[in-house]
């Protein structure tokens, strides 16, 4: 069994992943970038160590720093979380390299399974079938239109490198074919750095049905039952449940076992997820996710089994201790995802600061799986997923009535949140009617006066300041480093070298630019997907310019001061480096 696990993650996931390991006697190392210091991960692991900078990309992603602290700690295995490092071939293989174990699978499958026509193939090679379409790519629109013909319209097109939607093209008749074409390869181009295209018959109102499946190195592979993501909004989920309702037991058998035929045939080992889309008693391969997911919790509530324990025996070469037959799924369970986002109006604005207050709901059948305690702060540069609220019932309507009482008990402060947004799904006759599709959200869920949470009240935390201090632990002279109060009087030992260091605070940061400068600048690099302005508008300091997305999160850019848009330099699927100028301010 694997005796240290480093969790190279942070929030609720890391937090998720710590508990599992103190379940099982395994001692946790915590990592964490300058920002979280002090975080509710840092807080829970056995250790936890610095690897310096504020973005994703300085710390979580830092695999020489990770290196550096899996040697300084003699961890045996890394945990990834999802996101960061969790489907990074190089990564697993950097590790396992130095005999230390990923959790996950192997670095292979996460390649095929990266790459959207090499996993279609992966998929038809045994036997199970996506959307119609084509593992060619498109070099001509010919091939489209004659596809076209064929299954008739629409037809997506979709990127071959790309993921999550994104660089997908929607084309409606054979006279949008060309511009379709070369708007999607921009799009792949500007988001994954490679402009291969790929199509497939574009289903109008599909959901997204998703199966876990676990598989050890012992050659067993089973199913965890189905998981519906159905309530989405550009490409994030807001609820997921489990199991998939109101589709056909024998329909949901057959996925399940399709998708153990594809984790067997890329040799998978570990927790995976394998994506279908589900439309008029089809189901259709979509996907194959090389990780554990956010959503896991509702299949643990349905089928009592901890899938991070599992990872981690898994890992440490056990064979799974149940066999399909005795996999049974027990009742409902329901999933809500609560961000630090405003979603009035429907727009979501990224909400960061400091929780003022958080107190999270309990009761039977109620799980909190938080990353932050109140005193804690969402800071823009990371996923603003507060934490995930996950109920069960004996049955679906059982289990909405309880998550709509959780979420009324519920009280996060500070931050706006995604409640209210949850609550109206949750309430919403075509949710308890099994009509909702992917795109039910966007298109017909009215969020107009939706109230957000009251205004965050001003921070009224002092700014800490670093101080190098020199201690004697059982007679050995140490230098510490020590984040104070700014006004706090030196410790007697007062500080040899350095002096106070003032640490880069978030906030300061949230809009670029320099002050009243009037030029509005991104903090760092990513893609405009929104632009919230023309020129000729009105603008008030603090209203939001442009959306930025940047490490898989959106970020709002913000005015810094009131005045007139003069110009706006950038469109929506712009790509923008940190720095740059995106309007002007006059
Ligand atoms: C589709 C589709 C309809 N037809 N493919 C979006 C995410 C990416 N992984 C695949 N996606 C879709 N592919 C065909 N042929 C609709 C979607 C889609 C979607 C899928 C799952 C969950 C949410 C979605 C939201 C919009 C579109």
Known sequence: MLSKVLVANRGEIAVRVIRACRELGIATVAVYSDLDRSALHVRMADEAH????????????????????????????????????????????AITARGVAFIGPNP????????????????????????????????????????????????????????????????????????????AQREALSYFGRDEIYMERYLEQPRHVEVQVLADSHGNCVYLGTRDCSAQRRHQKLIEEAPAAGIDPEVLAAMGEAAVKVAQGCDYVNAGTVEFLYEDGQFYYLEMNTRLQVEHPATELVTGIDLVEQQIKVASGEPLPFTQEEIEISGHAIEVRINAE??????????????????????????????????????????????????????????????????????????????????????????????????????????????????????????????????????????????????????????????????????????????????????????????????GDTVEAGDPIVVLEAMKMENNVCAEKSGTIAEVRVSEGDSVGGGDVVAVIE
């Open 342 to 535: 405003d979603p009035a109006e429907g727009a979501f604005l990224p909400s960061p600061g400091p929780i003022t207050g958080l107190r999270a709901p309990s009761g039977y059948g109620t799980r909190w799986d938080g990353g932050y305690e109140a005193g804690d702060e969402i800071s823009q540069f990371y996923d603003n997923l507060v934490g995930k609220l996950i109920c069960w019932g004996r049955d679906r309507p059982t289990a909405i009535a309880r998550t709509l009482r959780a979420l009324d008990e519920m009280e996060v402060s500070g931050v706006a949140t995604t409640i209210p947004a949850d609550k109206a799904i949750l309430a919403h006759p075509d949710f308890a009617a099994l009509t909702h599709s992917t795109k039910w959200v966007e298109e017909t869920l009215d969020l107009t006066g939706v109230k957000s949470a009251p205004a965050s009240p001003p921070s009224d935390t002092e700014p800490l300041v670093q101080r190098d201090i020199d201690v004697e632990v059982n007679g050995q002279r140490y230098s510490v480093k020590m984040w104070v109060p700014e006004t706090a009087s030196a410790p007697s030992a007062a500080p040899a070298s350095g002096g106070a260091k003032r640490p880069k605070r978030a906030a300061a940061s949230k809009s670029g630019g320099s002050a009243g400068s009037g030029e509005v600048t991104v903090p760092m690099q990513g893609t405009i997907v929104k632009v919230m302005v023309a020129a």
């Open 108 to 183: 292979e499958a996460i390649e095929v399974m990266g790459d959207k026509i090499s996993a279609r193939q992966a998929a038809e090679r045994v036997g199970v079938s996506g959307v119609p379409g084509t593992t060619d790519l498109i070099t001509d629109p010919e091939q489209v239109r004659a596809f076209g013909a064929e299954h008739g319209y629409p037809v997506a097109i979709k990127a071959a490198y790309g993921g999550g939607g994104r660089g997908m093209k929607v084309v409606a008749d054979e006279s949008a074919v060309e511009e379709a074409i070369e708007s």
């Open 50 to 93: 610095a690897l310096g900078g504020q973005t994703a990309a300085e710390s979580y992603l830092n695999t020489e720093a990770i290196l550096d602290v899996i040697e300084r700690t003699g961890a045996d295995a890394v945990h990834p979380g999802y996101g960061f490092f969790s489907e990074n071939a190089d990564f697993a293989r």
